[in-house]
């Protein structure tokens, strides 16, 4: 359920939450790939302005992984997505996947045959740095004692090393390799030589997101493009069909409504806003059903591309962009539990199954009141630029509908978050936020009010310091600031 939480919030703060892409970030994707994601944070304050921050969080969680601190294994994997979101969140990445097969034996259970991943992060500094903290990640605490670690060729000219040990699988081999402004790691053996040789073997139809890219019409506002994340289904449901039959994986496809989908894609863009106003995200969201024809994409705005007519009365953040999404409370609310369920192991799934059920008879009055009591828009920026750029972290503003107290919708929020209760904390500035690992070097999500005579409204974000600033900005604006 925690790491249900800090997924979630992530998601949300993207989703509601060089200056452009780079043709090559998003065009270089060898055909047959089964899933990536590309993002460009040239141009938010966070990859500009936060180095000497970014720098010790990223030193702070190495050791953190590589001492054994950061405790049992949820709080483990929690660190390593942090350090890696945060060391490659700072330059234009691309992260795929190439290959995944997985057995379907008539008894037993299945075996991972094949994983091929690929990072390649666009960084022109020394990856001295990038290597520890990929090392980090896939090694932990490996001294190399144990491993061989040797070089090889790539195709293209390229020289790379490989660590594996002689108790580990084909799939769990590490490859990494620098070159002029990039630097790539791979995990699974062969992975490295399929990324740079850009094509494969496999059947599966090659470029499914070019033609999500065309219905999106992102062919024709290409230079604001910044992130692109796709997803083949029918390929995973190729080499991997016992995922799609039972566990986690397809009660997940279930919850987010993607059981029939054949594929998936989501697409971002910089809106520039007026003279001297921050610029807009807008998120698109494609996918094409297996019940339909191929080349029928369904696209879903999910973002604004301006301030709506109806915005909230503190006016648009000044930070180096500007989200706004219509709030959908229940509907969201309602999905977060289904992938909570969806997400256990299915030994649990019954437990939680019954844990949720039991939260919503006893919050459901509290439930309606509080979404009752939020506005039906949610502004997101970077206000204040977040330690480290990390997608997804992000500041989050609601106003608060006229007749309520933010007190008020704060008390109900706590109680509707008791069963983390022990994981709560709250500071003299009455911020709260969760500290989800033992180090506490993530204090994440944060959350807070804000009263003042023009309005009340709640704050959110990657940590207590997006509370504390955002109360800070709105206090300065002057009485006609929610009229921008």
């Known amino acids: 359920m925690n790491r249900l939480l800090i997924a979630s919030f992530a998601v949300a703060s993207t989703l509601i939450g060089s200056t452009i892409a780079r043709a090559e970030i998003i065009e270089d994707i060898p055909e047959g790939t089964i899933a990536y994601w590309s993002f460009d944070p040239g141009r938010f304050q966070s990859a500009i302005d936060a180095q000497a921050g970014r720098d010790a969080l990223l030193g702070l969680l190495r050791v953190a992984l590589v001492s054994g601190a950061a ?13 890696a979101a945060a060391e490659a969140g700072a330059w234009p990445h691309t992260l795929a996947l190439l290959d995944l097969r997985i057995s379907d034996p008539e008894t037993g259970p299945p075996e991972l045959q094949a994983l091929q991943v690929v990072l390649e992060v666009k960084s022109p500094e020394d990856h001295g740095q990038l290597l520890r903290s990929m090392q980090a990640i896939l090694l932990g605490d490996d001294d190399g004692a144990e491993g061989a670690q040797e070089a090889f060729d790539l195709p293209g000219g390229h020289r790379a090393v490989r660590y594996t040990r002689p108790d580990w699988p084909a799939w769990r081999e590490v490859s990494w390799t620098s070159r002029q402004g990039a630097f790539v ?54 080499d991997a069909p016992r995922l799609f039959l039972e566990g986690q994986f397809a009660r997940a496809l279930d919850a ?59 006016g648009a953040p000044p ?19 289904r992938v909570a369920i969806a997400v256990a192991p299915d030994d649990r799934v019954a437990l939680r199954t019954r844990a949720i059920d039991n939260w919503r008879k006893r919050h459901r009055r509290r439930l309606r009141n509080l979404t009752r009591s ?3 828009w949610i502004v997101i920026s970077d206000v204040p630029p977040p330690l480290a750029p990390i997608p997804g972290a992000a500041s989050v503003f609601v106003d608060i509908r006229k007749g309520v107290r933010a007190e008020t919708a704060l008390g109900m929020i706590q109680s509707l978050l008791s069963p ?33 005579a023009r309005g009340e409204a709640l704050i959110a974000g990657w940590g207590p310091p997006c509370v504390h600033e955002g109360r800070s900005w709105i206090g300065r604006q002057s009485p006609n600031a929610g009229d921008e």
Not at 319 to 332: D, F, L, N, P, Q
Not at 422 to 438: A, F, K, M, T, Y
């Open 420 to 452: 983390f209760a022990e994981e709560i904390r709250r500071d003299s500035g009455d911020v709260w936020w969760l500290q989800l690992e033992p180090t506490g070097l993530l204090r994440s999500p944060a959350w807070g009010g804000v009263s003042e």
């Open 185 to 238: 790691v791979g995990l699974g053996r062969g992975a490295l030589s399929r990324w740079f040789s850009g094509h494969s073997d496999a059947a599966a139809s090659p470029g499914r997101w070019l033609v999500h890219r065309d219905e999106a019409g992102i062919g024709l506002r290409r230079n604001g493009l910044f992130l692109e994340g796709f997803v083949d289904l029918n390929r995973v449901r190729r």
């Open 256 to 314: 987010l409504d993607l059981a029939n989908a054949r594929d998936a894609m989501l697409h971002a863009q910089w809106i520039e806003g007026e003279q001297g106003a921050a610029p807009y995200l807008e998120f698109t969201r494609s996918w094409s059903a297996r019940s339909e024809l191929p080349d029928l994409v369904h696209v879903v705005a999910l973002t604004e591309a301006q301030w709506p007519e109806t915005g909230p009365w503190f």
């Open 319 to 337: 930070g180096s962009y500007v989200i706004v999404m219509r709030a959908e409370w229940m509907t969201w609310i309602d999905r977060w539990l």
């Open 374 to 376: 939020l506005g039906q």
């Open 71 to 83: 405790g049992d294994e949820d709080e483990t994997a929690l660190l390593q997505i942090a350090l």
